[in-house]
Structures are given as C-alpha cells and as structure tokens.
C-alpha cells in the first residue's frame, strides 16, 4: 500500500525533531551546570538564551511538521512555553492568552501561522496570541512588514503558494491544515499591522 507523500515528510519531520530533542536537552542542561559554577557574564547569557531558543524551535518543528492524530491533545502551557523560548535571543517578542488545552491539529496549524509572522516580521515586533471562544487571533505589530503576496494571498482561499522556498515551506502546509480543521482563515495585511483569525 502506497503512503501518502504529505504523512511520510510529517514523519520524516517528526523523526527529525525527536533525534534532536535530547541532544539539545542535554546542551541546555550543561548551560545550566556552567551558570551554577561560573560568575555571570554576558557570553553565558548569550549561549544559555540562543539554547532555550533552538529547544523551542524544535520542539514548535515537531509539533507544526510533524505526525498528528485528531484525538490528540495539547496544553496551553505548552504551547506559552514554546513561545517563551521563541522570544528569547530573536528580535520578535511573544505576548499570548491560551486556553487550559487545545488539540493538537489547532495547534499545529497555529505554530505554522506563527511561522508565516515570523516570515512576515524579520526586523521584529510584538506577535501577540488570543483565543477567544473557538477562534483563534494572531496581531502582529512592527515599525514595517515584509508581506510577499506571492505566499499570503492564496491562503484564505485556501491555495498553497506555487513555489515556496525551503524557508517558506509552512505557507504551503497552511491551506492543508485549513481543511483538515475545518477552519477558514481571515486576513488584514497593513504597513505595520498583521491581524490573522482561524
């Protein structure tokens, strides 16, 4: 029996991030034995923060990349976590009001929208995250935006974009997520405001 090209890269994604997911644990254990023993400075700052960063990184990887089942489920604390790690070391900061637990399919597609902010946001800014009843809001807000509508413009009709690079990747899985959430994206693109809802 054939498998589906689309469930074998979520594994692939999710083998990925496994194979990781210790080693990094174990970089950021030694971080936290060195700040223990060793005066503070700034350079153990600078690698303890870019640790917590790339764990985060990884772990939002294996959740918007990797394998998912509809029945799954995955607490708001997680997922604050995830972007608490995110805002360290990186010029984008992270504000949010999440539910206590939210699906795993929610949260994927949430954590692939993130991405396509962070893509909309390279010179930084505030994302902040909102759940409200059963609708998710993403406000970006930045001194400019970088929105190439050759990846945005499809996807609240639910239309991947044509050639997405590596780095865009997530733009392609977006309308996917859509349909299989049942969920419609609205958008408002602005010179400094971004305002995605789901």
Do not use: Y
């Amino acid at each position: 029996m054939s498998q589906n090209p689309h469930d074998l890269a979520a594994l692939l994604g999710s083998r990925i991030c496994h194979d990781l997911i210790n080693p990094l644990g174990a970089i950021g254990n030694g971080v936290e034995l060195l700040r223990m023993t060793l005066p503070a400075s700034p350079e153990l700052d600078l690698i303890a923060d870019s640790v917590a960063h790339a764990q985060a990184r990884i772990r939002m990887f294996r959740i918007a990349f990797g394998t998912v089942r509809e029945e799954q489920r995955i607490s708001g604390r997680e997922i604050g976590s995830i972007l608490e790690g995110l805002g360290k070391g990186g010029k984008l900061r992270f504000a949010w009001s999440l539910p206590i637990e939210v699906s795993r399919q929610e949260a994927k597609l949430l954590l692939l929208l993130v991405q396509c902010c962070e893509n909309a946001m390279p010179w930084g800014g505030v994302l902040s995250i909102a759940h409200e009843g059963v609708e998710w809001q993403l406000s970006g807000q930045a001194s400019r935006l970088k929105i190439d509508p050759a990846l945005w413009d499809g996807l609240p009709q639910g239309e991947p974009p044509a050639n997405p690079s590596p780095a865009e990747v997530h733009f392609a899985l977006v309308p996917q997520m859509l349909s299989d959430t049942g969920r419609q994206l609205t958008m408002q693109l602005e010179d400094e405001l971004l305002q995605l809802s789901f």
